[in-house]
């Protein structure tokens, strides 16, 4: 079975530095595709970035990015120049392609610092 | 603007209750998730429904029963079976088969026990 691992409950970081947020995931499929998903204390489920597992290139997103290892099975999440409203759960998560399930990980809680 | 609505965003149930969460999306989406949140454990996936009178359980349906009469519309019912309610729950919608397009929330409804 599929399972998303994130082994950070907590950081910290302060206002403008980088910060990296860690997910492995195991899997035996070869084509899938992986999200970094944000939930701010207001609740609400918010897309920060996609990743496709068949293409190389990492995807960015204005000050985020990802680090996709494929064959370590890594998709980490890089925050640049962090903001005190990037403050929120990161949720790391997994979607087969041929499935429509998606499976999360158990999330990070980052705190920005002024 | 199209989203998802759940409703109501705070409910309380008394011992023995049953007690109806609604989902409604107006994106047109097939496919109708229900997930829980409880600190630490991330998101589980309750029940997914990929088309109309047609629904799959998650990882842990016990205690939940839903619906899908109408493609806009995924209520979740939590039963007296259901021995610990107590959680945020999450509906979602996505495209059925295009595993690269991103699920969409709603706000969550916060059930409690009283």
């Known amino acids: 079975a599929q399972t998303v691992t994130q082994s950070q409950p907590e950081m910290s970081v302060q206002e403008a530095e980088t910060v990296t947020l860690s997910c492995t995931y195991d899997t035996s499929e070869s084509d899938y595709y992986l999200f970094w998903y944000k939930q701010p204390p207001s609740r609400q489920m918010i897309l920060v970035i996609r990743q496709e597992a068949y293409k190389q290139q990492n995807a960015t997103e204005n000050r985020f990015s990802v680090n996709f290892q494929k064959a370590a099975k890594s998709f980490s999440l890089k925050i640049s120049d962090s903001q005190l409203g990037d403050a929120a759960m990161y949720f790391c998560?997994?979607?087969?392609?041929?499935?429509?399930?998606?499976?999360f990980g158990k999330g990070t809680r980052l705190h920005i610092l002024p | 603007d199209g989203g998802i609505t759940q409703s109501p965003k705070y409910l309380f149930r008394k011992e023995g209750q049953n007690v109806t969460l609604s989902c409604e999306q107006n994106l047109n989406h097939d496919a109708m998730y229900w997930y829980r949140q409880d600190p630490g454990q991330g998101l589980r996936l309750i029940y997914y429904s990929q088309i109309v009178n047609d629904f799959q359980k998650g990882d842990i349906a016990e205690g939940y029963s839903v619906s899908r009469e109408k493609k806009e519309s995924f209520p979740l019912t939590v039963t007296s079976a259901q021995k610990n309610p107590t959680a945020f729950y999450l509906c979602?919608?996505?495209?059925?088969?295009?595993?690269?397009?991103?699920?969409?929330f709603g706000d969550g409804t916060r059930l409690s026990i009283l």
């Open positions: 998560a997994y979607r087969m392609n041929r499935d429509d399930k998606i499976i």
């Open positions: 979602a919608s996505s495209m059925w088969g295009l595993a690269d397009q991103p699920q969409h």
